[in-house]
């Protein structure tokens, strides 16, 4: 994967797959800590034990079609935390969901960039829209309240009403804010 936000679309349509009605994304960039910490979380099926060790295997996969006959998102996940000086953490609880952290050095040479969570983001909303799925994100730099920036799927549909989110002025006004709000925290790299 060329990026961390890559990472990321992969972990959300695992917790997709595993039926999850809400996905928790939290980016959190300390400077002074050298450290960018990712922690996804969702109320999905979960995993027991077993599953959740072979989840981590590079040639285990839960997909029915085989297609792809390995699951790597989770793997690569945690192999490029760990070349980074940081660490990988998966947790499970079947029926309550699943929690991925992955902490890298931040100015490690051999860190990706974090890449475009607006289009990670915004892929997400459009192509899961039919599964009524709520989207919360949380950017954070350097522990300060001036630099985060919340963002809520749940929050926009309720000011939307009846308006679906894949409406193209909708999109316009998503991309927007995702971007700009981003970009405020100073967070998103090229």
Known sequence: MQDISLHLLD??????????RNVWLDIYIS???????????????GMDYDT???????????????????GLGIPLFKENAERCDGNFKIESIIGKGTTITAEFAY????RMPLGSITDTILTCIL??????????????????????????????????????LTYPDVITFLNEMLNEGIKNTDMEEK
């Open 11 to 20: 972990i959300i349509e695992n917790s997709v797959r595993a039926k999850a």
């Open 31 to 45: 400077q002074p800590d050298n450290l960018l910490r990712i922690k996804l979380k969702d109320d999905g099926s």
């Open 52 to 70: 959740l060790l072979a989840a981590q295997d590079p040639f285990y996969t839960t997909k029915v079609e085989r297609i792809k006959k390995v």
């Open 107 to 110: 100015d490690h040479i051999d």
């Open 127 to 164: 192509g899961h829209e039919q599964f009524d799925i709520h989207l919360d994100l949380l950017h954070k730099k350097n522990g300060l309240k001036e630099l985060e920036f919340k963002f809520s799927t749940a929050l926009v549909r309720k000011e939307l009403g009846e308006i679906p």
